[in-house]
């Protein structure tokens, strides 16, 4: 059974920071792609920031020099370290696992965060 839970979310004010986990269990870790996306009430899902197998990250304009994604492939956990929260960044965090072949996608639950003007 393959599980993705993530950890770490919670109320901070702005210029705070927050570092989320994500855990894996049930997959391959190494082999994944993740990623890091977010969902702010009545907009669309987006991506944050997302790791390739090989650990190259890429990010998204709106946290980029402020936002860090990092893996370890031997805990199978991957980490978002958010610097410099703004109100803007509230959100709940969903992170995600792909394989690209065959073509497989898992998702975590959500963590909330909440951040404070």
């Known amino acids: 059974q393959v599980q993705l839970v993530e950890s770490g979310g919670g109320l901070v004010q702005s210029g705070e920071s927050l570092r989320l986990s994500c855990a894996a269990s049930?997959?391959?870790?190494?082999?994944?792609?993740m990623g890091w996306y977010r969902q702010a009430p009545g907009k669309q899902r987006e991506l944050v920031a997302s790791?390739?197998?090989?650990?190259?990250?890429n990010y998204a304009d709106s946290v980029k020099g402020r936002f860090t994604i990092s893996r370890d492939n031997a805990k199978s956990t991957v980490y978002l370290q958010m610097n410099n929260l703004k109100h803007g960044d509230t959100a709940v965090y969903y992170c995600?696992?792909?394989?690209?072949?065959?073509?497989?996608?898992?998702w975590g639950q959500g963590t909330q965060v909440t951040v404070s003007s």
């Open positions: 049930g997959i391959r870790f190494g082999s994944y792609a």
């Open positions: 790791i390739t197998s090989g650990g190259s990250p």
């Open positions: 995600n696992a792909i394989l690209l072949n065959p073509p497989i996608v898992y």
